[in-house]
């Protein structure tokens, strides 16, 4: 920090923290200063490019397990806003930060970045050369590590976190789920927040959520589409989900290796075909599962509001968020079918070949006829979404919903309603117009007035 940040900030100094370390799997070491819990947590390292929404990220289920590196220097300062909250508690297991604001400045906060995970017992730690150690978890992938407030020494540290468990082969969703049904209802906000979202239809769908650790925004974004949603623990039965005649089956993210949550994957064989389903991240891991493909683990995932993905049948490319850190193998889905696939019969295993084709691939799954590949990743041409063909079902890898995010595939909510309804054209959407009618402004022509004011 200069002089003169540091002048400015005079009289905003931090409490002392005690020193602590942070220690990889593969024996990189970085120390520096703790700023939350004291104590020693495990997870999986990885990393997070959005330049705000710590909050989101950090009550965001699908974390549980991880130690989350946020690139944004300074994390905090707009403090802790809990109606912002994915969910009632932290789920990441630990925080690394370069620098955290312990005296945020924002007319909504309530509490600060670092006592809420203090309260919560998060360890965090500051003062680590996050570019450096982001750049280490790209080189080396991602992995195990610890956050220690207790215990500095590189030797023991490294004894510990190559005696913990890894990520791989855990059902961490089983660890987040409900425990009973539960209905979710969401509160509009007050006419004074200029930029607030329209307010939410009456439901005209009946949609059981599975709950693999579901953000609060997607569970919003649902009702916000005309949904009535009751969230079901993460491995109810099928028979029992179909009981309730749903118009819809909806998947929710979550956290762990997908292929440990067999318990979800195995009643959602049972469902696609027999209602419409939508999934989304870990949701679309287990329709994939579900249709016996391939799950792969990225190096290091992508974590952050800024990664671009073509919507292979509009040819539009949305900015979306992510969080995720394994991803489908689409030739594992089956063979192409050349007629619906330009003529080409072999697999491409970077999947930007079909961007550059113009072309949005079709296989024949031996489980569920035809599934067609409609999103995909432009940065590392790995698959991002697929829509069946022959029963009303589809998914995305990405969050539409955002929190933290830009917006432009809130239109897949949409699409979930046109997919109940019926129609064919479901995720054939004008994903601008569905954004701008998603808001206040947008769905009374304010918008323009706005502007031109
Ligand atoms: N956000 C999610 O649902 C993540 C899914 C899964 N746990 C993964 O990391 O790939």
Redesign the pocket.
Known sequence: MSKISQQLLSGTSKAAGAPAALALEDGAVFYGTACAAAGEAFGEICFNTSLEGYLEVATDP?YAGQIITMTYPQIGNYGVNPEDAQSAAPALRGLVVRDMCTTPSNWRSKLSLHEFLRQHNVVAIEGVDTRALVRHVRDHGAQRAIISTLDLSKESLLAKVRASESLVGQNLAATVSCSKPFTHGIVDLPESHAFAQAPAPAPRFKVVAYDCGVKRSILDGLVRAGCDVTCVPWDTPAERVLQQAPDGVFLS????D?EAVEGTYSQVEKLLGKVPVFGI??GH?MMCKAAGADIEKLKF?HRGGNHPVMNLRTRRVEITAQ????GLLFPSLGPLVPELSGGFKGHEDDLRFWVRAGIAPVVQNERFGRIQLTHVNLNDGTAEGIAFLDIPAFSVQYHPEANPGPTDAHYLFTAFARLMEGREDYLDIDIAADRLAGWKFGAEGACEEACNA
């Open positions: 699908s993210n979550g956290p762990g997908p991240c870990l891991q995932g969080n995720h850190g394994f």
